[in-house]
């Protein structure tokens, strides 16, 4: 528990100190806990926390416990919705996460919160009223019909305004000003989301395995080869028909730039053909299709092109000293390699795909809409 009140203060420090995004002050929350369990000081903590932007940060984030992540979640929420001291901000959470292990919703464990906290502390009193003062005669002018200009009414007799509106009443007008006033509108309720952060829990055979994934990646390759051995083929036979046609010899120094054309095309069909089709409704390339795999990101949603062009391009980090990016995929919790690993992806089995669907986030209380429009000349105002 000790370690979830300190994973929590040090969140919150993250989004004064190192961004807004909740993925990314977890990481660096994650961070700064790792150096502190090393034996660092605060100041060596912040510094890791910080130094957590530079691509590692999804490692981090999938090593924080689920729980934990949650504790920390609704100590934020707790800081911004209730306030109060550390200790009260403690209370709030852990009454929210015990709430929500009891079957509760997200408002019921906002509710536990605050009564954990308490009510809240009573209002100032009012100032004291000033001093009397000479009295001058207030015009107000009838509702009914204008007034009359230096017709006083009786000194001292206050204007009645009528009682303070209330939530659900209809719009009225102001005797005074003749403006419509509208109602206040009802409070919305913040629906905390904490517990809808953490990636979908999946059992191991919902991912693919090594072998699966092999098949699908030599059938790409295949595929791949044939259509660049066929393009090297055109251009190439194009570049002599070109170089015979200009009276030219067929060299190796006249042969090397068509070669290097050649490389550079091929370079870019492949990052094409596997970012476009990842990226695509299909999820997966061709091979990957064949044998049932899909790529997603940590949610089983559909990846951005950028995201899948950053996995492609780290495949090359993962073929590194003897392929270990990519034999460390039977060892991995959820069968990344260090490619998924750096991008957030997964491969997943097409048949277990909808085990990641979330259900939908239930609306956010709407505040009531003032019904009616003011009279000519008039405006509707917002009630505070």
Known sequence: M??????????VWAKREVGTDSRVCLGAAQAAAEALEDGADDQGARQAA??????????????????????AEWYDW??????????????????????????GDAVAAAAAARAAVGPAPAAPPPLPAPPPGPAFPAIVPSAAAPAQVGTPTQVGAPAQVGAPA?????????????????????????????????????????????????????????????????????????????LLSSGQDITDT?????????????IVLTWLYYAGLESSPWRS????????????????RRMSFGRATGRYFGKLLSALVLFVGYLMVPFTERRQGLHDLMAGTLVIR????ALFAAPP????????????????????????
């Not at 000790?2 to 969140?11: C, H, M, S, V």
């Not at 097409?350 to 795909?353: A, F, N, P, R, T």
């Open 285 to 300: 390339t061709i091979g990957k299709r064949l044998m049932r795999l899909v790529v997603t990101d940590l949610y089983g």
């Open 2 to 11: 000790e370690q979830d009140r300190r994973f929590a203060e040090w969140y």
């Open 166 to 242: 209330q939530v659900g009443d209809p719009p009225a007008r102001d005797p005074r000003t003749g403006l419509m006033h509208a109602p206040p509108a009802p409070y919305a309720q913040h629906t905390p989301y904490a517990t809808q952060l953490a990636p979908p829990e999946a059992p191991a055979h919902v991912y693919a395995g090594f072998w699966r994934r092999a098949a699908a990646w030599a059938i790409d390759s295949v595929l791949l080869g044939i259509a660049l051995t066929i393009l090297w083929f055109f251009i190439s036979l194009f570049a002599v028909v070109g």
């Open 350 to 353: 097409q048949e277990h795909l």
């Open 50 to 71: 910080r130094g957590s932007l530079a691509g590692h940060g999804i490692a981090l984030v999938s090593r924080i416990p689920p729980r934990r992540r949650a504790y």
């Open 361 to 384: 986030r239930p609306p956010e209380p709407q505040a009531a809409q003032p019904s009616g429009t003011g009279s000519a000349g008039g405006e509707i105002k917002q009630g505070v």
């Open 78 to 103: 707790a800081r911004r919705e209730i306030g109060g001291q550390r200790d009260q901000l403690h209370t709030a959470a852990g009454a929210a996460l015990l709430r929500l292990d009891g079957g």
């Open 254 to 266: 006249n042969f090397t730039g068509v070669q290097l054309a050649v490389l550079v095309i091929a």
